[in-house]
Every structure is written in C-alpha cells, then in structure tokens.
C-alpha cells in the first residue's frame, strides 16, 4: 500500500515537495500525465509512479487505489482540482493541494457536508498560500475578538515558479476580489494600495490582489472585511492599473495560450536563490471602536515554506484521524502551526 499520491509531481514544487519526503522516510507515488518526466524523477528516488489524465473518472479512481492521501501539486488548480477531489470523495482518500485560488477554495468548502459523511478532509491551501497568512489571521482574530476588518500582505522574493506564472495570467482576466461585509466581491484589479513596514524599518509599496485568504480567512476567523496585498514597486502597481481597460483582451483565447506559453518558460527560483531571498508577511486587524492590532511573520521562501508546511500536514494526517470535512490551516493545525516550520518566526 501506497499512502501518499503527489499529483503534478514532476512540476516545480512537485519535484521540491516529492524529494523532501524521500528524506523523511516517506514513499510517495509520484503522478501526472508526462510518462518522461515522471520516469526521470522517480528513477533516481526509487519511487513508483503512475501516469494518468483527469479526463476520465473511472481512470482517475484506478490510480487512487490504495492511497489514503493526495496531494495536488498540478495547477492552474481551477483545472485539476475538481475531477481529484470527486475522485478523493468516492474512494475515501484525503484530498491536499498547494493552490492560491479563490474559486478552488471556494470550491472545496462547497463539499464539506459530503466530506464529513465520507471522513474526508479536504484541505486547499497546505503551503505559502495561504499557511502563514492564515495562521497569522487566526493569531490576530485571538488577540482582539470582536475584529471587522483584516489586511494581509506579504512580500515573497526569489520568482515565480511556472505554475504560478500560468495561474497568474488567469487572474489577469477575473481582476481582483475582496470580502466586504461577509461575501466576496469582484474589485478592480489592484483596487486598492498602501505601504508596509519591514522588519528594517524600511518601507514596501503594495497593492491589492485576490489572495486565497479573502475566503479562507472569513471561515477561520469569521471576519467579515478582508483585504490583501502583494508588496510591488510602484511602477509596476500603476501598470496593473492600466491592465484594466485591457481585461477583455486578455481574456481572449489565443491571447491567453500565449501569455500562458511565455509563463510555462519561466524557470522557477534555484536552490541559491530559495536560500537566499525570504518572506516577510503582515497582519492588522481593526474592530468597530477603532483599535487596531498588527503582527507579522519572517518566512523562508514561499517555495521552500510550501514543501514543509505540505509535508507537515501530510505527516499529521497519516498519524492522527481528523473527522472529515473542509480546513482551513487554523483550523485543523492550529494558528500555532506556521510557528513550527523551519525559520518561521513571530515579529510583535
């Protein structure tokens, strides 16, 4: 019996992800649809693999067999998500992924009473999105309770990886998102921008961006006003201001392909610069009489923090027995759980 699937395995975090649990004792399948490049990393790990497209439920559920864990690693996960997850409801395995994507949340949280009937725990959202700032949110709501409004941000040097690059043209064309009163709305593309402190005192300008935690952060917390924001020159802010007239443009077949071809060229951060360039995450809370309540999170790499935080969960769940149902990072780990990850500390 194989516990654990990594699904997108072969990818930028896939192979991060796959080569940190053979280090931990864990024997991972290792899944996708390119038979080359699973075979390539598998080989060298000693690893089974499977390949398999999505297309196909009946496929999907022979591949799930014997595997009590699946962890996603394939985006754009507004593509993957679904068939894996159904697939993960009808053969009882827990479903994991590492997506940054509202509509995947919300996707996820949807299934939640059939997931509780079945002992599945769904759980978007095991990495950088959304672990730090989740916890961080869940933090803040227990020091000042009656909050209305809370702001994340987060500033992640290094580049993105491939997959990110491909969901970020996606994103272009839905705009921005934020949770006013309680639901999410659609805002303008980077709808709002504001400066954070570094832990050197120095300045960062950022700007709006819908980040997973405007709908996660509202399930952990229960506040009802959430924004967050990405840390970004100015220059490119103002850009993004005028990539709103071109949405429509964007948003068009051919157009897509293409800005989704140029970002699949995208390399990925390498080992040194992993090493090398750290996160810093902010967090401020505000309730109805005006009192505000700020923290933030030094983090390693978004990348390098995904592949621990990820393998953590893995871990527990193969050693403990959560009833089934959707999670957010707070809830089925605790806010205290980013505070255990490798070189993650606390900034009051």
Request: a neutral charge.
């Amino acid at each position: 019996m194989h516990p654990i699937l990594i699904y997108g395995a072969n990818g930028y975090t896939g192979r991060l992800i796959a080569a940190e649990a053979c280090k931990r004792g864990l024997k991972p399948v290792l899944a996708g649809r390119n038979r080359d490049a699973l075979d390539a990393l598998a080989e060298p790990l000693k690893l089974t693999r499977r390949v398999f497209e999505l297309g196909d439920p009946a496929e999907i559920d022979r591949n799930l067999d014997g595997i009590r864990i699946v962890l996603n690693c394939a985006g754009p996960f507004e593509r993957t998500c679904e068939p894996l997850l159904e697939a993960c409801l009808r053969n009882r395995a827990h479903y994991l992924d590492i997506t940054g994507e509202i509509d995947v949340f919300a996707l996820c949280h949807h299934t939640d009473k059939r997931a509780q009937y079945e002992g599945v725990v769904v759980f978007p959202g095991t990495g950088f999105d959304v672990v730090p700032t989740d916890c961080l949110a869940a933090m803040l709501k227990n020091r000042l309770p009656d909050a209305s409004h809370l702001v994340l941000g987060f500033e992640a040097a290094g580049g993105p990886s491939p997959g990110t690059a491909r969901t970020s043209v996606g994103g272009l064309v839905k705009g921005g998102r934020a949770r006013v009163n309680g639901e999410v709305v659609e805002v303008p593309l980077a709808w709002k921008s504001r400066t954070f402190t570094r832990e050197d005192g120095s300045e960062r300008s950022a700007v709006s961006i819908p980040w997973g935690d405007v709908y996660t952060a509202f399930v952990s917390t229960g506040i009802p006003n959430v924004e967050t924001y990405m840390a970004m020159p100015e220059k490119t802010i103002a850009n993004m201001r005028r990539l709103r007239h071109l949405r429509w443009f964007l948003g068009l077949g051919p157009v897509q392909k293409f800005l989704e071809r140029r970002a699949a060229q995208t390399d990925g951060p390498d080992e040194q610069r992993r090493q090398r360039c750290g996160c810093q995450v902010w967090g401020e809370v505000r309730n109805g009489a005006g009192k505000e309540v700020a923290l933030s999170l030094i983090t390693p790499n978004g990348y390098l923090l995904t592949v621990t935080a990820s393998l953590g969960i893995v871990e527990h769940l193969l050693a403990n027995s959560p009833a089934g149902g959707y999670y957010t990072p707070s809830l089925l780990m605790g806010e205290d759980y980013v505070l255990g990850l490798p070189g993650v500390r606390l900034v009051e």
